[in-house]
Nanobody, 125 residues
Framework: QVQLVESGGGLVQAGGSLTLSCVVT????????TGWFRQAPGKEREFVAG????????RYQDSVKGRFTISRDNGKNTVYLLMNSLKPEDTAIYYC??????????????????WGQGTQVTVSS
């Protein structure tokens, strides 16, 4: 069974940077689209960024464009979320998720079947 494990969350000051990692086991990430989602207290889970299964396309939530970058390392079977210029409103639990085999990037949670446990990101002002 595929497993996704996030790490890299923590407390950071506004304007700082943080890199999240999602290690995928029992599945080759080069055949599955991967997305990052987040959920802040009292709010619904929202799409943050996604990378197409072949790495040729990425997609971002408007609020993080120019600040966040999604990438991957096939050799380590790991997907990353590089977060720069962090703002207090970025505070949330961040989840890594994978969609179906050879599927395009979407912003809908229902299109992602496998999820990690989440990692907390807290940005102080």
């Amino acid at each position: 069974q595929v497993q996704l494990v996030e790490s890299g969350g923590g407390l950071v000051q506004a304007g700082g940077s943080l890199t999240l990692s999602c290690v995928v086991t029992r599945r080759t990430i080069s055949r599955y689209t991967t997305g990052w989602f987040r959920q802040a207290p009292g709010k619904e889970r929202e799409f943050v960024a996604g990378i197409q299964w072949d790495g040729l396309s990425t997609r971002y939530q408007d609020s993080v464009k120019g600040r966040f970058t999604i990438s991957r390392d096939n050799g380590k079977n790991t997907v990353y979320l590089l977060m720069n210029s962090l703002k207090p409103e970025d505070t949330a639990i961040y989840y890594c998720a994978q969609g179906g085999y050879l599927k395009p990037v979407t912003s809908q949670s229902r299109d992602y079947a496998d999820w990690g446990q989440g990692t907390q990101v807290t940005v102080s002002s």
